[in-house]
């Protein structure tokens, strides 16, 4: 009498995660921040990871500086820096920049996000000459300086409410760059 026997064997691949320090920053522009990526081993997990961000998703005027390989030898986690600097040129709001990891031995590859949030730069209006008297039919002057603060730069358009009717007033208009 012959028996067959089946035998099934479940094996599981091996794997690892991804988890950031933090995984969103408040930051300005001209800046420079950092976030530790760390890269956990599961079911004992080993390989060289390349560890990257994705180019559609770094905004212009911000760059990275991170690693390239990571070698997992045991079940140890590995925490590694990862630097981004912005510059005055990009855009003010969230930027959701994704960090990839990827195994190519084992074909596997996870996705973190990172979100910059890169405030608006801010200014301040100096006016020089007020409070003094005014005298009707004498013509006086008054100087408005605009400082750029936390590397602003844009238009600012300026507008005087001024009472009594008879005192006019043009448009002023600065460029900070």
């Given amino acids: 009498?012959?028996?067959?026997?089946?035998?099934?064997?479940?094996?599981?691949?091996?794997d690892f995660d991804l988890s950031l320090s933090t995984n969103n920053v408040i930051v300005s522009k001209s800046s420079v921040v950092s976030t530790l990526l760390t890269i956990t081993p599961l079911k004992e997990f080993t390989g060289i990871i390349n560890v990257f961000v994705?180019?559609?998703?770094?905004?212009?005027?911000?760059?990275?500086?991170g690693v390239d390989l990571i070698e997992l030898t045991d079940t140890s986690s590995k925490t590694i820096?990862?630097?981004f600097n912005t510059n005055r040129d990009v855009s003010a709001g969230l930027h959701n920049i994704v960090?990839?990891?990827s195994d190519l031995t084992h074909n596997i590859t996870k996705t973190i996000v990172f979100t910059l949030n890169v405030m608006f730069g801010s200014y301040r209006l100096e006016v020089i000459g007020c409070g003094r008297e005014?005298?009707?039919?004498i013509p006086f002057s008054i100087s408005v300086k605009a400082i750029a603060l936390d590397?602003?730069?844009?238009i600012i358009s300026v507008s005087m409410n001024l009472s009594p009717r008879y005192i006019t007033t043009?448009?002023?208009?600065?460029t900070l760059v």
Avoid: C, Y
Wanted: net charge negative.
């Fill in 1 to 14: 009498m012959i028996k067959n026997t089946v035998l099934t064997v479940n094996v599981e691949q091996s």
């Fill in 54 to 65: 994705d180019n559609n998703t770094l905004p212009n005027g911000i760059t990275f500086n």
């Fill in 81 to 83: 820096p990862l630097t």
């Fill in 99 to 101: 960090i990839v990891a």
């Fill in 134 to 137: 005014i005298i009707r039919g």
């Fill in 151 to 154: 590397e602003f730069h844009g």
């Fill in 170 to 174: 043009s448009p002023l208009t600065f």
